[in-house]
């Protein structure tokens, strides 16, 4: 399976997302430019965490309007994975591939540990490596992790099961203790704790890799009923 | 040229922790009168002279330059000499 890591001026975590593919997963990462992008032979689109364009605006804002972002539109239409990880989730709020939109952390502080996330829908591509309501651990790393959506928008997410993770401790004051969502064809994640940076033991936590075995399972399961 | 001056809130009900800190500080300073406190932003947009001018503020404004998830936005248009 092949991956493309989209890379916007300010993405920082674009490395650590390809090694998560290439060296624990062992699939084919590229890191790509956004000016320069032809995503139309990835099998999966990752958008990396860091902050483009400075977060000026508000994070992600930016990046949601360069050129690559119609391409990701269109891969998520055709259904191809798409994970969108801490700015990179910013960017997918912003561009309005999810629903909701990003605030502050409520103590208004960076924010860089491990957090307990469970596991609320382990029925999507994502997740069906994970047990239901399975606790994991995995790092967080933002200033603006502070998900907010208005009360009709959460009853949709809820009915339509789109909450994928939670925090067990709130860091943030994301409404709900919402820590990861998808579209509502299931197609499309955003998070703010990083998978990727929990791909092995050494760097404290193994359980993001799971998240990426699942989308490449997923992915080989559809591959080989369409061939 | 018009300069358009352009105010954003964030919307009523949506929580302002900057503003809350912002409170509490002016609290401490004594200044016991003070309730809530709002943060919000400031943006100067030169444009040039064109028909429907408002029209394409409130464009760009919901495009781009405010969330419309979380926050509201004014705007005045003056004349520049």
Not at chain 2, 9 to 25: F, I, M, N, R, Y
Request: glycine fraction near 8%; hydrophobic fraction near 35%.
């Amino acid at each position: 399976m092949k991956f493309a890591v989209v890379v916007f001026p300010g993405s920082n975590c674009d490395r650590d997302m390809a090694f998560a593919i290439t060296n624990a997963l062992g699939e084919e990462a590229d890191l790509v430019w956004y000016q320069e992008a032809d995503l139309s032979s990835y099998d999966g689109i990752l958008l990396p965490g860091g902050f483009s364009y400075g977060d000026y605006l508000r994070s992600g804002a930016i990046a949601s309007t360069s050129g690559v972002i119609e391409q990701i539109r269109q891969a998520a239409e055709k259904g191809k994975p798409v994970l969108g990880v801490c700015n990179g989730f910013q960017v997918l709020l912003e561009m309005g591939l999810l629903p909701g939109a990003m605030l502050p952390n409520q103590n208004l502080k960076f924010m860089c540990h491990h957090e307990t996330l469970r596991v609320e829908n382990n029925q999507t591509q994502f997740t069906d490596f994970y047990k239901e309501k399975e606790e994991i651990q995995i790092p967080i790393a933002h200033g603006d992790g502070n998900y907010y959506c208005d009360e009709a928008t959460y009853q949709t997410l809820k009915e339509n099961k789109q909450i994928a993770f939670t925090y067990q401790t709130n860091p943030n004051g994301s409404v709900a203790d919402i820590a990861g969502i998808t579209n509502e064809q299931g197609n499309v994640l955003g998070m703010m704790p990083h998978p990727e940076r929990a791909v092995d033991v050494l760097l404290g936590s193994e359980d993001g890799l799971r998240l990426f075995q699942s989308i490449l399972t997923h992915w080989r399961n559809n591959h080989a009923i369409n061939a | 040229m018009r300069k358009v001056k352009i105010y954003i809130t964030l919307k009523e009900g949506v929580l302002d922790p900057q503003g809350k800190a912002v409170q509490h500080s002016l609290h401490s300073l004594e200044y016991t009168n003070v309730g809530e406190v709002r943060i919000g932003k400031y943006m100067e947009v030169m444009i040039e002279d064109k028909d429907n001018i408002e029209q394409q503020v409130e464009k760009m404004c919901d495009q781009l330059l405010a969330n419309p998830v979380i926050e509201d936005y004014s705007y005045s248009i003056e004349e520049v000499v």
